[in-house]
């Protein structure tokens, strides 16, 4: 069968990937709250998803890159939508429970496959992070549509969008099977522990991988300030509640705004450079955020910190894949995403501890200090890339 060109294929496959995500919407919550779940239960639920993941996420990297990405993250996105099915049948705790399971583990098999998957598929760095701006148009666009999609379904039962989420996660799975080409971590001769092993060893003797871990560190305690309270600040600002999911979908589309500027930055502007001085651009916005307390300049701001995410998230991208090497790719991305996933953990009640304590303006005043601290463990990662960069893939190795 005749396989898709790798560009074609990552962008078809992450649009659905997308889709699924954006069909849950609110519809997990709200099904398991009519069948009777306390939000202390809702709670255990996520909990299991999260635990899933971060105990699978670093061996099943090593599994990609040993026996091949495109497989790995087939069988992730299959597990993604057997979960979502079991959740869609559910209606106790335990049958919630096992679906939160199966999809914290297809999510940890997926984490890190398709980067590493599409990297090494193409032999040009521009051409990845043009690429992943491009994501970003997709996300941008396919998200407000399946929020469209996800309402009129819930109409009809409360739980069909979960049980849409699972159907596309299926699809996403045999697509990867049917039409990507498969590639590895070098070409079979190591043992999976030895994959495990150096992956481990690249990271500890990588000081540009321990600058962005250290700005990592610090965005966690941004991304979750942004994710969570983004509405309540409007609504302090005075925003009617009914107006509420109009400016989640203009904050969505203000993505692919976002992706079109990175799209044009890839094909002149350096990406180390786009990645310290979006993250810096992420400070000023937290802080124009924290002192505005009018309605419209802060809707204008958030659009700004979603435009950046896009553009951010495409430079950062492109980063890591230049300082991984080819053959442990998929490892070390499972290992950083392991290492980013205990920050969150560590990073969500201190959020939520400094909201109670200084209110929401004091957490973005954070959000804007730890903003500009990542900037700076970002320029420390590009100074060190440039004296002394980690080793380039190798376009094509491993590939059938």
Same mark, same amino acid.
């Given at each position: ?8 294929g ?9 889709a ?15 069948n009777g779940l306390?939000?202390?239960q ?7 998803f999260m635990?899933m993941?971060m ?12 026996y091949?990405r495109?497989?790995?993250? =087939?069988?992730?996105?299959? &597990?993604y939508? #057997?979960g979502?099915?079991a959740? $869609?049948? /559910?209606?106790s705790v335990a049958? !919630? ?24 598929s193409v032999?040009?760095?521009r ?12 996300e ?21 969008p979960?049980?849409l989420?699972g159907a596309?996660?299926m699809v996403?799975s045999l697509?990867?099977?049917l039409?990507?080409?498969?590639n590895?971590?070098g ?5 999976y522990?030895?994959?495990?092993r ?5 990271? =500890?003797?990588?000081?540009? &991988?321990?600058? #962005?871990?250290?700005?990592?560190? $610090?965005? /966690?305690?941004?991304?979750?300030? !942004?994710?969570?309270?983004w ?7 005075g ?6 999911g109009a ?8 993505m ?9 930055l ?6 180390r ?8 651009g992420?400070g ?7 002192l505005?307390?009018?309605l419209?300049l802060s809707i ?13 998230s ?8 230049r300082?991984?090497s ?7 991305f ?8 205990i920050f ?22 954070l ?11 970002s320029?420390?990662?590009s100074r ?12 094509g190795e491993?590939?059938?």
């Open positions: 069968m005749r396989k898709l060109e790798p560009t074609r990552y962008l078809t496959v992450y649009g659905l990937q997308t699924m995500m954006h069909l849950l919407g609110p519809y997990l919550v709200l099904w398991m709250k009519a306390s939000y202390v809702i709670g255990v639920t996520q909990s299991v635990g993941t105990l699978l996420d670093f061996p099943t990297g090593g599994l990609a890159d040993k091949g495109r497989l790995n993250y =087939a069988f992730g996105m299959l &597990l939508g #057997l979502y099915v959740i $869609f049948l /559910s209606s049958g !919630f429970a096992t679906g939160f399971a199966l999809a914290g583990a297809g999510a940890a098999f997926a984490s890190g496959s398709l980067t590493a998957w599409f990297c090494d032999d040009d760095h051409v990845a992070y043009s690429t992943f701006s491009r994501s970003s148009v997709v941008g666009l396919v998200g407000p549509a399946c929020g469209v999609l996800a309402s009129l379904a819930s109409t009809l039962a409360l739980n069909l979960i049980f989420s596309v996660a996403a697509v990867a099977v039409w990507l080409r498969e590895y971590g070409k079979g001769e190591r043992s522990l030895r994959v495990l150096e992956g481990v060893v690249e990271v =500890a003797g990588s000081r540009v &991988l321990r600058y #962005l871990i250290l700005s990592g560190l $610090f965005m /966690s305690l941004v991304f979750p300030t !942004f994710m969570l309270y509405v309540m600040i409007l609504r302090d600002c925003l009617p509640e009914a107006l509420s400016i989640y979908t203009i904050l969505i589309l203000s692919s705004l976002g992706g079109i500027i990175s799209n044009r890839a094909k002149r502007a350096d990406f450079l786009v990645t310290v001085l979006s993250t810096l992420w000023v916005l937290f802080l124009g955020i924290a505005s307390r009018s419209l204008l701001l958030f659009v700004g910190v979603e435009v950046l995410y896009a553009i951010r495409a430079a950062i991208l492109t980063f890591e894949n300082v991984v080819q053959r442990n790719r998929a490892v070390v499972s290992f950083l995403g392991t290492v980013m996933a969150g953990l560590v990073a969500n009640p201190i959020i939520g501890a400094v909201a109670d304590g200084w209110g929401l303006r004091g957490l973005y005043h959000a804007a200090l730890s903003a500009l601290l990542s900037a700076l463990a320029l420390a990662a060190s890339s440039e004296s002394a960069p980690g080793k380039e893939a190798v376009p491993g590939t059938v």
